[in-house]
């Protein structure tokens, strides 16, 4: 009994390490030459290059944050509250509403909504169960510190590492594709969120924010590249993020140089940059980045 | 004899659930980011001795935006031979700010940056004078 009970011992230390993860100019922004990167090509990106991009993708909470330095009140008609669940039934439709739930948590968590965010995070829940990433999800520490309000930085903390956990698992275990989906989820929603928001309440910032995701826009379809001619979802996600490049293409992003400032404050250093970048878009412009924005997200959510 | 087996099963079995979840050091510095700092990502750290000194080793992208102000916060883990350092370029290979001061010597554990060009910068890691370490850089905004 003695050794039988040492050798399962040894045999769950040795899961648990196996198991255990090791890790975790003065000028003018233009689109690379082609329009788009070759499926082949695209197939070639790293590992390392895939998790940059990932990266890259603007968080909602930035949005989220940006819309509260502007002192926009929050409104629950941005969030995607008709994406049911129980009625995603691929997964390419449960990857990507997982992208665009986890953007509309973002939002209610910096806004402090938590007690609203309770539905979502079940939604968020059964979607992950779906494509059985619900593991890297604490549902139940993430509902207790929604409820409980006391503690906005460890909830969005482990609200956006649980993400990048899943993220790093599907990428890992040859799931690229859910991944990228959820990724082009999170964006999608945080740029109908922006966008929205520009329609009601007009801020330069906010519509210099929206001109600038021309910066990695072309990131988002290097990332949905290998998967374009996967099936007819994939086609149809490729030619919408095709049209809104080309609603962003004659938009103008130009920097002026100048060297950084640095003052030495409390033990640690504030750097202030003195280059900035500037962003050339018309009315027009703007007004067909938001309707394309809004037709693509409604799409998306509009089987449910 | 077999009480002490079983004990030792269930917290064998803890531990590693607790591996599952979250690194304590990067949970350590989100924490220590501040009360106005709200987490954005987290990098993770570990390296061993350098053979030569010259490039930072670590290296990650991530876009940093117009009217935003960041808080670059690193933390090191106790068995760290050096302190963690952060130097950021911008997409021309220009540096933007470092947290080692190259005259003085000072190597500060947290930068605040006041960031006025959108785009993709890219974040450099390393310990200092190539040491062997572990640590963690974690970025919030500061509101």
């Known amino acids: 009994m003695k050794g039988r009970l040492f050798f399962i011992l040894i045999v769950l230390v040795l899961a648990c390490l196996s198991c255990r993860n090791s890790s975790r100019k003065a000028g003018e922004f233009v689109f690379p030459e082609a329009d788009s990167v070759p499926v082949g090509e695209a197939e070639k990106l790293s590992a390392e290059a895939i998790a940059d991009i990932s990266k890259n993708i603007t968080s909602p909470v930035e949005i989220a944050n940006l819309l ?11 969030i995607a509250s008709s994406i049911d669940a129980n009625r995603q039934n691929t997964n390419f439709d ?4 997982l992208g665009i739930l986890g953007a509309d948590l973002g939002y209610l968590n910096m806004y402090e909504k938590t007690g609203s965010s309770i539905n979502i995070l079940s939604a968020i829940r059964k979607l992950a169960e779906g494509i059985r990433v619900g593991q890297f999800f604490d549902f139940e520490t993430i509902k207790r510190l ?15 590492d649980s993400y990048t956990q899943i993220d790093k698992y599907l990428r890992d275990n040859d799931r690229g594709h859910l991944s990228a989906l959820m990724i082009i989820g999170v964006w999608i929603e945080g740029q109908y969120l922006a966008t929205q928001v520009m329609k009601q309440y007009p801020d330069p910032m906010l519509r210099d924010r929206i001109g600038e995701q021309k910066i990695i826009l072309n990131d988002l379809i290097l990332l949905a590249t290998p998967y374009c001619n996967r099936d007819s979802e994939f086609i149809s996600l490729c030619r919408n993020l095709q049209e809104m490049k080309t609603r962003y293409r004659d938009i103008r992003i130009t920097y002026t140089l100048g060297e950084p400032v640095s003052v030495e404050k409390d033990g640690g250093l504030v750097i202030t940059q003195t280059e900035t970048s500037k962003v050339e878009m018309t009315d027009e412009q703007l007004a067909a980045i938001i309707e394309v924005s809004k037709d693509i997200r409604n799409k998306l959510i509009v089987n449910n | 004899m077999k009480k002490y087996f079983i004990t030792l099963l269930f917290l064998v079995a803890g ?9 304590p050091l990067v949970t350590r510095c989100v924490l220590s980011a501040g009360d106005n700092a709200r987490y954005l990502k987290d990098f993770r750290i570990q390296l061993g001795k350098a053979v030569n000194t010259t490039d930072l080793r670590y290296k990650a992208n991530m876009s940093l935006w117009k009217n935003t102000k960041y808080r670059f916060t690193m933390c090191n883990a106790d068995d760290s031979k050096g302190n ?12 933007v700010l470092s947290s080692f001061d190259q005259k003085t010597g000072k190597t500060y554990p947290y930068i605040d940056f006041v960031c006025n060009k ?12 190539g040491q062997q370490g572990s640590g963690a850089g974690v970025v919030s905004m500061i509101r």
Do not use: H
Request: net charge negative; aromatic share 10%.
């Open chain 1, 68 to 78: 509260q330095v502007m002192e926009v009140p929050f409104s629950p008609e941005y």
């Open chain 1, 94 to 97: 449960k990857a990507l509403a």
């Open chain 1, 146 to 160: 929604s409820l409980n309000k006391s503690n906005l930085d460890s909830l969005l903390f482990l609200s956006i």
């Open chain 2, 15 to 23: 531990i590693c659930l607790s591996g599952q979840s979250s690194d």
């Open chain 2, 84 to 95: 963690l350092i952060l130097c950021i370029k911008d997409d021309a290979n220009k540096i």
């Open chain 2, 118 to 129: 959108s785009g993709i910068y890219q974040l450099n890691f390393d310990f200092e004078n």
